[in-house]
């Protein structure tokens, strides 16, 4: 973050302060790296011994659910679309190009690469499909950026075979779709810090919604020759955005979106926040905080067992502790104001579910209804039956919300030329 780019951007390059003033300044010494290593060290036995227990707990919690299915056994649910016997012999694997090519018909995904203005690189899938074709402007199908949520990547919006998110708006929608990723995700790197350096790890969700989101959107329109593109959040993926497109933050982004879908809005925290262990951690002062988790990736011991451990062993343990555990907190979100959006706040649909406990969507509803008068919304849904992921991991997700997605996307796209071919042509 250096003066010659504030300059050149005529702004400046952030308005936070340091998240905790020490990492900002960090030199790696001799002195500095051995100190690092060894409250390192410490700090890896207790987060490890903390989420072995959480591991526990939550192994046990979900045994408590299994056991009466087991001796009472019931028959799983069946679907008039799915074929068992084609996907009995998939693979549980961390590649997301295998999902894509599995998922038939061609599809692939590309890996690209942009990087913020504070110098974090960002991985980026996007879908590739054979059908596509140029339009008479010589440009693809219309841009669509899905952004993934808390404790998640890209992946998550391909592991349902052909009716995964990413897959089916692009068979259906004939979109160019991009999966974005946030900073660290995949491995990604910092163009001068390693991910050993405290400065790599000093960030809050203020970076992700001032740098991360901007630098996707821009990506994706430079990319495709749109000048405006629609925009899918999941989770953390709007919530993010939401505090992107406030006043004070980024919110010329806003003129760039043609729709923002939020799904699952994580404006305001949901129930399972207000009790043990988020209200504990809460308190904890950053001294103890440091001790606890040390100054680098967030329990370490989570990124050695996702590379060492079998796929299908972290991913059924990982699926049982995070749904025991899986929450959102708004602590970093905005302060209190009269008005948090302006006039560039793009066309806005609120899908959320009657079911998720992890973010409370009516209080945003009734902000946006009596003091956000700028935002026009285009569309609530509420899916009774629908949790925090649902709206993308469900067998029924298609039936559910995905046709409503395109819906969103045609009606406020803004290059008529292309929008009548495709109509033409469907």
Avoid at 307 to 332: K, Q, R
Avoid at 368 to 377: F, H, R, T, W
């Amino acid at each position: 973050m250096t003066d010659a780019l504030a300059k050149r951007s005529g702004r400046p390059i952030s308005f936070i302060t340091p998240v905790h003033g020490g990492a900002r300044w960090y030199r790696p010494s001799f002195r500095n790296r051995l100190m690092l290593h060894g409250s390192q060290v410490m700090s890896f036995i207790t987060s490890s011994f903390l989420l072995g227990g959480v591991v526990v707990w939550a192994l046990l919690a979900d045994l408590s659910t299994r056991l009466p299915r087991f001796l009472r056994p019931v028959e799983p649910a069946t679907f008039p679309w799915d074929d068992p016997d084609r996907w009995k012999n998939e693979k549980c694997v961390k590649d997301v190009h295998y999902y894509a090519r599995t998922a038939g018909a061609g599809f692939d995904i590309i890996e690209e690469e942009v990087e913020t203005e504070d110098g974090f690189h960002l991985r980026i899938h996007r879908v590739v499909n054979p059908r596509h074709k140029a339009q008479t402007n010589g440009k693809g199908g219309y841009p669509v950026l899905i952004l993934h949520g808390l404790f998640q990547s890209s992946g998550a919006f391909v592991t349902s075979e052909e009716r995964s998110l990413a897959f089916w708006l692009s068979e259906h929608g004939g979109y160019q779709v991009f999966l974005g990723n946030t900073r660290g995700v995949f491995n990604m790197g910092h163009k001068a810090f390693g991910r050993d350096d405290p400065r790599f790890w000093d960030w809050t969700i203020c970076e992700l919604a001032m740098y991360d989101l901007p630098a996707l959107v821009d990506y994706v329109r430079d990319a495709t020759g749109y000048d405006k593109i629609a925009f899918i959040g999941h989770s953390q993926g709007n919530g993010l955005a939401f505090l992107s497109l406030s006043e004070g933050m980024r919110s010329e982004v806003g003129a760039k979106l043609s729709c923002f879908i939020a799904l699952a809005p994580a404006v305001y925290a949901g129930p399972l926040t207000h009790g043990f262990p988020f209200t504990t951690l809460r308190h904890i002062g950053w001294n103890r905080w440091r001790m606890l988790f040390g100054v680098l990736d967030f329990i370490p011991l989570m990124r050695y067992s996702y590379d060492w451990v079998p796929a299908m062993l972290f991913a059924s343990v990982g699926y049982a502790m995070f749904a025991y555990l899986f929450s959102w907190t708004d602590a970093n979100w905005l302060k209190r104001r009269k008005r948090w959006f302006d006039d560039n706040f793009p066309p806005l649909a609120i899908y959320h579910g009657g079911r998720d406990f992890l973010v409370s969507t009516e209080p945003l509803l009734e902000r946006i209804e009596k003091q956000e008068k700028s935002v026009n919304l285009i569309r609530v849904q509420k899916l009774d039956e629908c949790e925090h992921c649902d709206f993308y991991l469900a067998a029924d997700a298609v039936e559910w919300c995905f046709s409503s997605f395109l819906e969103d996307i045609e009606k406020t796209r803004t290059d008529d030329v292309e929008r009548g071919i495709l109509s033409d042509s469907t």
